[in-house]
């Protein structure tokens, strides 16, 4: 499988709270409707770890977005579908910038 990961930060004149409230209750369930998606994961922040150890990159975030197709090719056809095109409109409406990668999870514990 492969995955895509967004780290989204909410538009200036909204809320944390707004922005995730509206993540759920409006964004989420046109992500079910996504030809070819198999997983949606929303990542809420709830805090900042920090270590001592390593220095830390400076990004402000409202949470992380993880979506699943079984190959490349079902996420290209499902990035030109109507279903797509509403959720990143939807998306528009409350994220204010974006940081997207196209990810292969390589599971080492679990």
């Given at each position: 499988?492969?995955?895509t990961?967004?780290?989204?930060?909410?538009?200036?004149?909204?809320?944390h709270?707004?922005?995730?409230?509206?993540?759920?209750?409006v964004?989420a369930?046109?992500a079910?409707?996504?030809?070819?998606?198999?997983?949606?994961?929303?990542?809420?922040?709830?805090g900042?770890r920090?270590?001592?150890?390593?220095?830390?990159?400076?990004?402000e975030?409202?949470g992380i977005?993880?979506?699943?197709?079984?190959?490349?090719?079902?996420?290209?056809?499902?990035?030109?579908?109507?279903?797509?095109?509403?959720?990143?409109?939807?998306?528009?409406?409350?994220?204010?910038?974006?940081?997207s990668?196209?990810?292969?999870e390589?599971?080492?514990?679990?």
């Amino acid at each position: 499988m492969i995955k895509t990961i967004g780290l989204l930060t909410r538009r200036d004149d909204w809320t944390h709270e707004q922005f995730v409230a509206h993540w759920v209750d409006v964004h989420a369930p046109l992500a079910r409707a996504v030809p070819g998606l198999l997983r949606y994961v929303q990542n809420h922040i709830q805090g900042v770890r920090r270590r001592a150890d390593v220095g830390e990159t400076v990004i402000e975030i409202d949470g992380i977005a993880e979506l699943w197709f079984a190959d490349r090719t079902a996420l290209e056809a499902a990035s030109h579908t109507p279903e797509m095109e509403a959720l990143h409109a939807d998306g528009a409406k409350f994220i204010g910038r974006i940081k997207s990668y196209i990810v292969e999870e390589k599971t080492i514990v679990g």
